[in-house]
C-alpha cells in the first residue's frame, strides 16, 4: 500500500497523469507581452507588469506557473504580479516549454527559466530593472524551475551569452519539488519504480535536477513556502532543503502553513486566505531584503480586486 501511495504521488506531481490541454492566454489584462525566448517555431513570452510610478532599477521577479512540467498556465501567476507591481516592482509571469503543448521534458523546462532570468538581466535598463535584484519564484514545477535557476548548474540555453548570468538574486518557492532523488534521511522516499518514472520526466538522472542535491554556499536568499498537509511535494521535503541550504551559510527561510495542501497559495481559493497569507509573507521577504519599503498592502489590494468584479 505505501508503494502504491508514495507511485501514485509521483505520478500526480511529475505530471505523468494524462491531464487537457490548455492555451495560454495571448494577453494579459494591462501587461506588456515581450518574446523573450524563440526556439524553432515556438516563441516565449513574459507577462509584464509594472509599478504605476515606476522608479528607476526597481527590483524585479519572474514566476514560473506549476504544472508538472506537463501543463499550466502562465495566468497563474498574474495576481502576484499586480500587487507586486503595486509595491515597485516590475514583476513578471512567464511561459515555458511543456510537455503538453511543446513535447520537451523538465531540462526543457529547466534551460527556458535560466533564459527568462538572463533576458531580463541583459535588458535590465530597457525594463527600469536593477540587474542586481531578480527573484525567481514559481510553484510546483515552477517552484522547481525557479529553484533550479539558482541552485543548478548547468542547463543554459544555446546560443546564450554565457557572461550575463541567469542566476536570480533571490528565489520565493511555492510548495517546490527540491528533492528529486534519494536522501541518506528517508529510506522510504522513492524506489526504482518510481526513479525511473521521474527520470523518463526529467530526460535526465533525477539526481541531476534535484535542488536538494546540489545545495552549495553562495546560493541566493531563498523563501519557500508550503502547506504542511501537501500530499503532492511533502513537506518534509521543504524542511530538509531549507535546512540543508542554512546548513550552508546560506539564507533561507520556511514559512509552514498548517492544514495547507498543494497549491494553497493559488488566488481565488478559500476566500484568497491562504493568497493574502503567502503574499504578505513574500512581501516581508523582499522588505527585509531591502528590495521594497513599507508594510505590505496585500489585504486593501485583495479588497481592490473583489469590489472590481
Known sequence: MQRFLICSLILVATGLVAQPKKTWPAQLKGA???????????????????????????????????????????????????????????????EYRIRNMHGTLATACVADGKSAVRWIRANAKRLG?????????????GGHVAACTGVIAGFEGK?????????????VLFNPPCVLAPVPARKDFLNA?????????????????????????GLP????LHGEEDP????????????????????????????????????????????IATMRRTDEFFVKLGWLKGKPSIEQFNAGLSKGR
Open 32 to 94: 506588456e507581452r515581450v518574446v523573450y525566448k524563440t526556439v524553432g517555431d515556438t516563441q516565449l513570452h513574459l507577462h509584464i507588469f509594472r509599478p504605476t510610478k515606476q522608479r528607476t532599477k526597481a527590483p524585479a521577479v519572474v514566476f514560473f506557473f506549476g504544472g508538472g512540467w506537463r501543463s499550466g498556465t502562465p495566468a497563474q501567476f498574474e495576481q502576484q504580479c499586480r500587487y507586486l507591481a503595486s509595491r515597485g516592482m516590475v514583476a513578471m509571469t512567464a
Open 221 to 224: 536568499p531563498t523563501l519557500v
Open 159 to 171: 546560443g546564450e551569452d554565457g557572461k550575463i548570468s541567469s542566476v536570480p538574486n533571490a528565489m
Open 129 to 141: 530593472v536593477d540587474p542586481g535584484r531578480i527573484a525567481a519564484g514559481g510553484g510546483s514545477a
Open 232 to 275: 503532492t511535494v511533502k513537506f518534509w521535503t521543504a524542511k530538509v532543503f531549507v535546512e540543508k541550504m542554512q546548513l550552508s551559510n546560506n539564507a533561507a527561510e520556511l514559512a509552514a502553513y498548517p492544514g495547507e495542501a498543494h497549491g494553497f497559495f493559488n488566488y481565488g481559493r478559500g476566500g484568497n486566505r491562504m493568497f
Open 193 to 217: 519504480e518510481n526513479i525511473v518514472s521521474l527520470r523518463e520526466r526529467m530526460g535526465v538522472a533525477p539526481v541531476e535536477l534535484s535542488p536538494w542535491h546540489h545545495v552549495r554556499k
